[in-house]
C-alpha cells in the first residue's frame, strides 16, 4: 500500500501505478488552533510506503512523525518513505559556532521513523552517502539527471548544457554522456540567500540552444544570473532543467525576464514546471526495498 497527502495525488498515484501498489490518500483535518489530525485505514499490510516529497517542509515533518507512529500501531512492518525531495540537506556542517547541523538532526529523525528512505538528487555536498545524513536501513539516492536529459533531447536540437556552478558538474555530466551532448559549467560565488555572481566558462555559446541544467532552483537567482551571461554571449535561445523546483511566482517572472524561455523540472515537487515523471524510477527503488 501506498499512502500519501492530497497536494500529491498526481505523482503519488503516478508512483502507485509504477510500482503496483494500492494507493491510500490520509485523511487531513486542521483544527482551528493549527493541529493536525490525520487518518491513515485502520488495517495495513506489512510493507506500506509514504509518499511525502518535503519542499515547504516544516509542517510535513510533523505528518511524517504522526503517520509513522500510527501505521506502525496499525500493522507497517516495513515503512519507507519516498521524499523526492528531501528537505534541510543543506546546512551540513556548523558554518558559525552555535549552528545547528540541520542534515544530521532532520536525517536521524526520519531514520527514527522510516525502515528505507528514497529520495532524488539530495543535497549532499560535503558528505558522501545519505546514509552518513540520514543513517537508515535502506537508504536510496536516485537521480533526476538522466529524466532531464531525455526530456531536453526530446525538446531542442543538439543543446549546450551548462550548469551554473561547480556543484552542478555531476548531473551536466550525467546528461550529457546518455546522449552524447556538448557541456560546460560556470563558477559562482554566493554572498547572501539572493546574491549570486556567476561567470561563464570558455565556451563559444553564439548561436546554441543553451539549457542550464541543475538540482535545485529556489529563488532563481542561480539560474537568471547563468541565463544573462549565456544571452549576452549570443546564445540563440536559454532553457532550464532542474530536478527539484522550489521557484515562487515572483521567481519565475524574474528568470523569464533575465532570458530563460522554458523552465522544465521533473515531478519531485509538484511544480506549474513539471515536464517529466520520475515514477518509473521511484518505483524501482521501491520494489528493490520490499525485496529485502
Ligand atoms: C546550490 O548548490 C544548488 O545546486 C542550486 O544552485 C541552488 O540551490 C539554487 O538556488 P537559487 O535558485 O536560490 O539561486
Redesign the pocket.
Known amino acids: 500500500m501506498l499512502l500519501y497527502l492530497e497536494d500529491e495525488h498526481i505523482p503519488a498515484t503516478r508512483l502507485a501505478e509504477a510500482a503496483g501498489l494500492q494507493a491510500v490518500c490520509v485523511e487531513r483535518h486542521r483544527f482551528p488552533d493549527g493541529e493536525l489530525k490525520l487518518r491513515i485505514p485502520p488495517k495495513l499490510p506489512p510493507q506500506v510506503v509514504l509518499f511525502r516529497s518535503l519542499a515547504d517542509p516544516n509542517e510535513k515533518l510533523v505528518e511524517l512523525l504522526i503517520i509513522a507512529g500510527a501505521a506502525r500501531k496499525h500493522g507497517a512492518k516495513q515503512l519507507v518513505l519516498v521524499a523526492p525531495y528531501l528537505a534541510y540537506m543543506r546546512q551540513d556542517i556548523e558554518f558559525n559556532p552555535g549552528e545547528a547541523v540541520s542534515q544530521r538532526i532532520v536525517g536521524s529523525f526520519l531514520a527514527s521513523l522510516f525502515d528505507g528512505v528514497v529520495t532524488v538528487d539530495p543535497?549532499l555536498?560535503r558528505v558522501a552517502t545519505l546514509e552518513e545524513a540520514c543513517p537508515v536501513a535502506h537508504p536510496m539516492v536516485l537521480t533526476g539527471a538522466d529524466t532531464l536529459a531525455d526530456l531536453i533531447v526530446a525538446r531542442r536540437e543538439r543543446p549546450l548544457l551548462l550548469g551554473?556552478?561547480a556543484?552542478?558538474a555531476q548531473w551536466v555530466q550525467v546528461a550529457a554522456a546518455r546522449h552524447g551532448l556538448d557541456q560546460a559549467v560556470c563558477t559562482k560565488v554566493r554572498s547572501g540567500?539572493r546574491d549570486?555572481a556567476v561567470a561563464l566558462p570558455e565556451v563559444d555559446v553564439a548561436g546554441r540552444a543553451v539549457v542550464l541544467l541543475?538540482?535545485?532552483?529556489?529563488?532563481?537567482?542561480?539560474?537568471a544570473a547563468a541565463a544573462r551571461l549565456a544571452r549576452a554571449a549570443g546564445a540563440a535561445s536559454v532553457d532550464a532543467a532542474v530536478t527539484h523546483a522550489l521557484l515562487s511566482a515572483d521567481a519565475m517572472r524574474m528568470l523569464h525576464e533575465s532570458g530563460v524561455g522554458e523552465i522544465w523540472s521533473t515531478d519531485c515537487i509538484v511544480h506549474s514546471t513539471n515536464a517529466t515523471s520520475m515514477a518509473p524510477l521511484l518505483a524501482q527503488a521501491v520494489q528493490a526495498i520490499r525485496r529485502h
Open positions: 543535497h555536498h551554473p556552478d556543484e552542478s540567500d549570486v541543475d538540482d535545485v532552483a529556489s529563488t532563481g537567482h542561480t539560474l
